[in-house]
Structures are given as C-alpha cells and as structure tokens.
T-cell receptor, first 116, second 114 residues
Framework: NAGVTQTPKFQVLKTGQSMTLQCAQD?????MYWYRQDPGMGLRLIYY???????DKGEVPNGYNVSRLNKREFSLRLESAAPSQTSVYFC???????????????FGPGTRLTVT | GQQVMQIPQYQHVQEGEDFTTYCNSS?????IQWYKQRPGGHPVFLIQ?????EVKKQKRLTFQFGEAKKNSSLHITATQTTDVGTYFC??????????????FGKGTKLSVIP
C-alpha cells in the first residue's frame, strides 16, 4: 500500500497563476484533510472532507477550493496564487465516520509551493 | 473551537539528556494525540490519550494526560539523535463531538547534540 500520495512534490508559481494539488489514499479512509505548514505556525487546517460527498472549511480556507472527487481522491485548488500562499501543503486521511478511536491521521509527503 | 498551547517552542539537548514537551488547554479535552515530524518529512502519529491521568509508554517515550484532561506531556528519556524532529500535540477542536478534525499545537522542535 502506498498510503497517502501527493503530487506534485515541488511547484513554483507566479502571482495570479492557478494550480491544483492532487491527493489520493489507498486505505479506504472516509475522511480527508488539507493542511498548510508555515514556520512557527504548526499545521493549520484549510479544508476537510468528513466523508465522500461532503467538504467543510477549516481554519484558513480563504483563497482555496477543494473537490472530493471520490472516496480515494481529494484535490486542493488555488485559483489565483498569492505570495502569502507560499507554504508546505500536506494532505491527510483518517478512518473517520464509523471508525473505532483513535482517529489517527495519516499524512502524505507534502507539496512545497513557492509563489513569486 | 478549542486551542492548545505547546511549550517550549525549541529545545536543544545533549545526547543522553531527557526532554519534555507540554501541551496546555484552557478547556477540558476529550482526547489528545501526539505526532512526530522528522526534518523534511511529514507528521507521523505516535499515540492517543483518552482517559484522565492516563500514562502510556513507548520505549523511551512516556505520554501523560492530566487528571483534569487540560494538559498533556511527552517525555523522552536519554535522547538519541534519532529523536530529532518536531513533536506536535493535536486535539479535537469540537470536544469529541465527532468532527474528526484536529487542531495542532505549534510544535516543539528538538535538536540533539551528539
């Protein structure tokens, strides 16, 4: 099993460009998450999908959109990139609905995004 | 939603010394999780604590959940260079109401001097 995979691993964008970060998990998990990590700020939740067909805003959703394409895939879109969106982006998944605790989250390797 | 304060932000220790990081909340927590992130890597789940006063051990790592369920600690005995990384606590911001979200502390970055 690959676990959680993310593409691309690195990306450089110019201000105003758009892009989609892809995430897939092969653990049959119900819930998926997108985080950003900035120095000294820990991990902040952007959006999450508690189950297939639902998405909800997290702590820092502005400037982002998400799509839960199916149970395996959860993508994050930047419509008009800004320098403030320079960060490391992590996708994660957990069993979520109907699972037995702990609801541990499994993280992908991350995407390092620079917006110039 | 619930917030958590994690201290210290940085810790430098000599190899063989002990290390402790703390997470504190102003409200009662339903549970708390701990993650480790190696430099350049991604967070990896270590453990979850649920019960008041709970203590769990993983080799040289000891995790505690406070009696009032408002604080937690991670203690590493006799640190090794393999312990280098950032340690995060994480909690359910909606107090166990089944949101399946996590709010992460800002982490404690551990450096080990050989």
């Amino acid at each position: 099993n690959a676990g959680v995979t993310q593409t691309p691993k690195f990306q450089v964008l110019k201000t105003g460009q758009s892009m989609t970060l892809q995430c897939a998990q092969d653990m049959n998990h119900n819930s998926m998450y997108w985080y950003r990590q900035d120095p000294g700020m820990g991990l902040r939740l952007i959006y999450y999908s508690a189950s297939e067909g639902t998405t909800d805003k997290g702590e820092v959703p502005n400037g982002y959109n998400v799509s839960r394409l199916n149970k395996r895939e959860f993508s994050l879109r930047l419509e008009s990139a800004a320098p403030s969106q320079t960060s490391v982006y992590f996708c994660a998944s957990s069993e979520g609905w109907g699972a037995t605790p702990p609801y541990e989250q499994y993280f992908g390797p991350g995407t390092r995004l620079t917006v110039t | 939603g619930q917030q958590v304060m994690q201290i210290p932000q940085y810790q430098h220790v000599q190899e063989g010394e002990d290390f402790t990081t703390y997470c504190n909340s102003s409200t009662t927590l339903s549970n708390i999780q701990w993650y480790k992130q190696r430099p350049g890597g991604h967070p990896v789940f270590l453990i979850q604590l649920v019960k008041s006063g709970e203590v769990k051990k993983q080799k040289r790592l000891t995790f505690q959940f406070g009696e009032a369920k408002k604080n937690s600690s991670l203690h590493i005995t006799a640190t090794q260079t393999t312990d280098v990384g950032t340690y995060f606590c994480a909690l359910d911001p909606h107090s166990g109401a089944g949101s399946y979200q996590l709010t992460f502390g800002k982490g404690t970055k551990l450096s080990v001097i050989p």
